[in-house]
């Protein structure tokens, strides 16, 4: 048997690969595509434009999410508050609450005593006067009615007072 010299070099182990250039490309398996949740990051500052009858739905409708509510910069210091207004069953009952109305009666009294009112105030008392009168008119009820008994009970002391008392004794 001949003599082998002893060498660095390994020989080859498994079957040698073709050439690259001669090497048939395998193909890939196809990308498939994934489904998406949601939408794509950045579109509630870029919304999509598809379609004009689309573009006008979507330019009426706000791409933010949350409330539209507008928030006041400057705090009042008093709340506003909508009282909610009295149903009245006649003209009758509404008249007795706005005579009986305490609000009301305070601040004729400060006009008779010619103390100023502010805005708010004479806004109310106005509003009030003015409905008052409409009830008196509906119902038929007349100040002249008042001014006459006034005068009659006027008319009433100018007979005490001009009746001579010697005629009795």
Same mark, same amino acid.
């Given at each position: 048997?001949?003599?082998?010299?002893?060498?660095?070099?390994?020989?080859?182990?498994?079957?040698?690969?073709?050439?690259?250039?001669? !090497?048939?490309?395998?193909?890939?398996?196809?990308?498939?595509?994934?489904? %998406? *949740?949601? @939408?794509?990051?950045?579109?509630?500052? $870029?919304?999509?434009?598809?379609?004009?009858?689309?573009?006008?739905?979507?330019?009426?409708?706000?791409?933010?999410?949350?409330?539209?509510?507008?928030?006041?910069?400057?705090?009042?210091?008093?709340?506003?508050?909508?009282?909610?207004?009295?149903?009245?069953?006649?003209?009758?009952?509404?008249?007795?609450?706005?005579?009986?109305?305490? !609000?009301?009666?305070?601040?004729?009294?400060?006009?008779?005593?010619?103390? %100023? *009112?502010? @805005?708010?105030?004479?806004?109310?008392? $106005?509003?009030?006067?003015?409905?008052?009168?409409?009830?008196?008119?509906?119902?038929?009820?007349?100040?002249?009615?008042?001014?006459?008994?006034?005068?009659?009970?006027?008319?009433?002391?100018?007979?005490?007072?001009?009746?001579?008392?010697?005629?009795?004794?």
């Amino acid at each position: 048997m001949p003599r082998k010299k002893k060498s660095r070099k390994i020989g080859q182990i498994g079957t040698p690969l073709a050439p690259k250039t001669k !090497r048939k490309s395998v193909p890939a398996a196809p990308k498939r595509n994934k489904k %998406t *949740l949601g @939408k794509a990051s950045g579109s509630r500052n $870029n919304p999509e434009q598809t379609s004009s009858s689309n573009q006008q739905k979507k330019a009426l409708k706000d791409p933010r999410v949350g409330s539209k509510k507008p928030i006041p910069l400057i705090i009042d210091d008093k709340p506003k508050s909508k009282v909610a207004k009295p149903k009245y069953f006649s003209p009758a009952q509404e008249l007795e609450s706005i005579e009986q109305n305490e !609000r009301f009666g305070m601040l004729l009294e400060k006009l008779d005593a010619d103390q %100023t *009112l502010s @805005k708010e105030e004479r806004a109310f008392v $106005n509003r009030l006067t003015a409905r008052h009168q409409e009830l008196c008119e509906l119902l038929g009820i007349s100040n002249e009615e008042d001014q006459a008994a006034d005068s009659s009970e006027d008319d009433l002391y100018a007979q005490f007072e001009s009746i001579d008392i010697n005629k009795f004794k």
